[in-house]
């Protein structure tokens, strides 16, 4: 379920507890990066619970799978996040596609987050992840 959407380059819902979904989609760049990180600061910060405290095994899980273009205020942007979640106790998981791994590669960004790409281990095929 949608909990808001903006402007269509974003939106976030919860997923099961203890995690928060947070998709991008577009063009993730000096245009619309701040914003967004404005976004996911506040999200990665803020209680998500019902008695608003922290269990240190919630997660942040930021799906990049329709982002079409990434630059580097875009990563940092994500960065930050994953800064501010880690300062609240919570890990942060990307999920990206094959288009954007030889970003991640490239700036060597396997070494700082936890990614993820979804594909079907019979077909080889990445899959949809509906986010």
Aim: charged share 20%; net charge negative; with cysteine.
């Amino acid at each position: 379920m949608d909990i808001k959407s903006m402007d269509s380059t974003h939106s976030f819902r919860t997923e099961s507890a203890p995690s928060f979904r947070f998709n991008i989609q577009g063009i993730f760049d000096n245009a619309t990066a701040t914003a967004l990180a404005n976004e996911l600061s506040q999200i990665a910060a803020r209680s998500w619970g019902d008695r608003g405290e922290t269990t240190g095994q919630e997660t942040l899980v930021v799906d990049l799978t329709k982002v079409d273009f990434i630059n580097s205020t875009g990563i940092g942007a994500l960065l930050r996040c994953k800064q501010i979640a880690e300062a609240n106790g919570r890990g942060m998981l990307v999920i990206i596609h094959r288009g954007l791994a030889d970003i991640f590669e490239i700036a060597k960004l396997y070494a700082v987050f936890d990614l993820v790409i979804p594909y079907d281990p019979i077909s080889g095929h990445e899959i949809e992840t509906n986010g």
